[in-house]
């Protein structure tokens, strides 16, 4: 009896300790859940910020820190981690608006690969010229190469400058179920004739130079801000510089060699190439990614 007791005795201690490390076990799930909870709802919360500002206009602190990027980070920039340009065969009818050179995009707001393209079109045509009313944009929710992509939207915007002409095309919003510009059928054809299958984005620089696609993957700004990726374009050791930057340097380049290699204060520190461009026969679309 005294053993059978001992062993009840124990028995209890031992449900008793069970029943603590249980509550402790549960209370600790709880917590974790609610933890869980909490990021995921902060999470959807910062999204929710950043779905917010889509379409309002960016401060002019944002586009100072993104047009005020070195010439020295921007030329001095490998272009080697980038899609190259494709030149286009000499005697090329040269395309101009208003008597300059003109740099015709066309792209799309849901675009992913536009939305990293336009990075780096921003800090380049930002070297010859000015944009006001810029908005922050969004690119598709649901896109699998790469969602909510920050970026801007050229649509409703103005460019200015006495170099060179900018002409945007955004056809359809974040969403594809609204249209808001529709290419001219001269603007088609370029596109048409340069790529059969449409790809976007497709920039075409005075007719003398064209891209198809992004020069590189919108994954790049894969949990990052506005605010973020502009805060490391002067920087060259960031892997957001290295690939916007290099993006830019192509570009200015191009329009350096179409528009008489003005401004000097920018042109002078760009050497143009032919090497530096591939053929048109080599263009490379966003399924190259």
């Known amino acids: 009896m005294p053993k059978s007791r001992k062993w009840q005795s124990q028995k209890k201690k031992t449900s008793r300790a069970g029943i603590a490390i249980a509550a402790i076990v549960i209370i600790a799930a709880i917590g974790g859940v609610a933890y869980l909870i909490t990021q995921s709802n902060s999470g959807k919360g910062i999204l929710a910020q950043e779905e917010a500002m889509v379409g309002q206009p960016i ?6 820190t993104i047009s005020s990027v070195s010439i020295s980070t921007i030329s001095g920039m490998s272009t080697k981690g980038v899609a190259a340009l494709s030149i286009l065969p000499s005697g090329t009818p040269l395309l ?10 066309i792209g799309a707001e849901y675009c992913p690969f536009c939305a990293a393209e336009r990075w780096g079109m921003v800090v380049a045509l930002s070297k010859f010229g000015n944009f006001s009313n810029l908005s922050y944009m969004l690119s ?4 699998p190469a790469g969602s909510n992509v920050p970026t801007f939207t050229f ?3 103005n460019y200015t400058s006495q170099y060179i002409s900018f ?7 974040r969403y594809q179920n609204v249209t808001l510009q529709t290419p001219t059928p001269e603007q088609q054809n370029l596109m048409y004739t340069y790529d059969p299958n449409g790809n976007i984005p497709f920039i075409d620089i005075a007719n003398r130079y064209i891209l198809v696609g992004a020069q590189f993957s ?14 490391q374009l002067d920087n060259p050791d960031s892997s957001v510089a290295k690939a916007v930057d290099a993006s830019a340097n192509t570009i200015i380049t191009a329009i ?11 042109c002078s ?21």
């Open 167 to 173: 002409i945007p095309i955004e056809e359809t919003n």
């Open 218 to 231: 919108p994954s790049l700004f894969q949990g990052l801000n506005w605010t973020q990726i502009a805060s």
């Open 269 to 289: 520190s760009f050497s143009y190439s032919p090497a530096s461009f591939q053929p048109v026969t080599g263009v490379r679309d966003e399924k190259s990614f």
């Open 155 to 157: 649509y409703g915007s």
């Open 59 to 64: 401060p002019s602190s944002l586009y100072n």
């Open 140 to 143: 598709s929710p649901t896109d």
């Open 256 to 266: 350096c060699s179409v528009d008489g290699g003005n401004p000097a204060t920018v």
């Open 96 to 105: 101009t608006y208003n008597g300059k050179p003109e740099v015709l995009y």
